[in-house]
């Protein structure tokens, strides 16, 4: 049950960070606006790191597939195509078209078992759900 509020928190607190972030490249750039938001996360985690773990970053070298270490990578074209999105969408629009794409890549990832995932079964019950969600998008946009 700690995993669902959670997931709620992060996705509340995604689609607010996309507004700031928009916000914030109005004055600057995107560019800039998404390294303020990483360097601003790294002061975060390492004050975080701090606190509360203290483990060794020198275990990040054993990491395999050395791949997995691209998060951050990705994280700062997350941060770009969040806020080009709702700058050129609108928040709620962006918002529902960033989950069903992470839900659709997620549900192919578990299907396929890509990135060590343990492989799940197909069920047409999660491709019909997925169907609901881009016809409540189709609908939402509908003017």
């Known amino acids: 049950m ?3 509020f959670i997931a709620l928190i992060s996705g509340a607190l995604m689609s607010v960070q ?11 750039s995107i560019w800039v606006a998404s390294a303020f938001v ?3 996360a790294l002061l975060v985690c390492l004050g975080a790191w701090l606190v509360s773990d203290r483990s060794s970053f020198g275990a990040l070298f054993k990491v395999e597939p ?3 270490l691209l998060g951050g990578t990705i994280g700062a074209f997350i941060t770009y195509t969040v806020i080009k999105s709702m700058e050129l969408l609108g928040p709620a629009r ?4 960033i989950v069903v ?14 990135f060590g995932v343990e492989k799940q079964p197909f069920e047409w019950k999660k491709v019909v759900g ?14």
């Open 18 to 28: 996309g507004v700031f972030n928009t916000q914030v490249t109005k004055s600057s």
């Open 101 to 114: 794409a992470q839900l659709l890549i997620a549900y192919v990832i578990e299907l396929l078992g890509w």
């Open 130 to 143: 997925m169907a609901v969600a881009i016809v409540g998008i189709v609908i939402f946009k509908w003017e």
């Open 2 to 4: 700690i995993g669902f």
């Open 94 to 97: 962006a918002a529902m078209l």
């Open 38 to 40: 990483q360097f601003t």
């Open 66 to 68: 050395k791949y997995m």
